[in-house]
């Protein structure tokens, strides 16, 4: 009779899971699942509902941190870019002015698991677009290039105004107000 050798420690088998890795997964799965179901666009506004709250609270946070009821354009750049590091994205400024923030990205948060889930990068979208309208009442978000997208990096624009070129890019535009609710619509 053969025998099956047996079983090794069950705790000692290298099984890659931890809660970071289920949770990406579990993530990617969701955003997956969406996009076959109910299409691109459909999940990209599930994701979205979830960013803006995100991003309501993550500004709360900040700003509740800082002694600050609302931050100045230089200071929601430093924030879109610290708010990355901590959740492990390597996001950076490439150039801040008056009008817009242009920010790179080498590293996604959702590590690997962005990979052909592009609805993902409503969080970011939302995220960032509801932060600086609640600061400085108006944003619109281009993602210009995106590692879910088969990019190498990431380049999001965050205007801060509207201008001729917010004008012509495609994006979403967010609209602070005096309650901090910021509302959203395609552009």
């Known amino acids: 009779m053969n025998q099956k050798p047996p079983l090794p420690v069950i705790h000692r088998l290298p099984v890659d899971l931890d809660r970071d890795n289920f949770m990406r997964t579990l993530l990617r799965e969701l955003s997956g699942t969406l996009q076959d179901v109910v299409g691109l666009d459909e999940a990209a506004g599930f994701v979205s509902i979830v960013g803006q709250r995100m991003g309501e609270r993550i500004n709360q946070i900040y700003r509740e941190q800082a002694f600050r009821d609302r931050f100045t354009a230089g200071q929601v750049g ?10 492990e994205g390597d996001f950076y400024i490439i150039s801040q ?71 012509a890019a495609d994006g979403r535009e967010y609209f602070g107000d005096d309650t901090d609710s910021g509302d959203t619509i395609d552009a």
Not at 114 to 124: E, G, H, K, S
Not at 134 to 148: D, S
Request: hydrophobic share 40%; charged share 30%.
């Open 97 to 167: 002015d008056d009008e817009k923030i242009v920010l790179g990205n080498r590293v996604c948060p959702f590590g690997d698991k962005v990979r052909d889930r592009p609805a993902l990068c409503m969080m970011t979208s939302n995220v960032f677009g509801v932060i600086a309208s609640t600061n400085l009442g108006y944003a619109k978000v281009v993602i210009e290039q995106a590692i879910a997208r088969g990019d190498s990096g990431c380049r999001v624009v965050v205007y801060l105004k509207p201008t001729a070129e917010s004008d």
């Open 78 to 87: 430093e924030v879109l870019v610290d708010l990355k590091r901590r959740i």
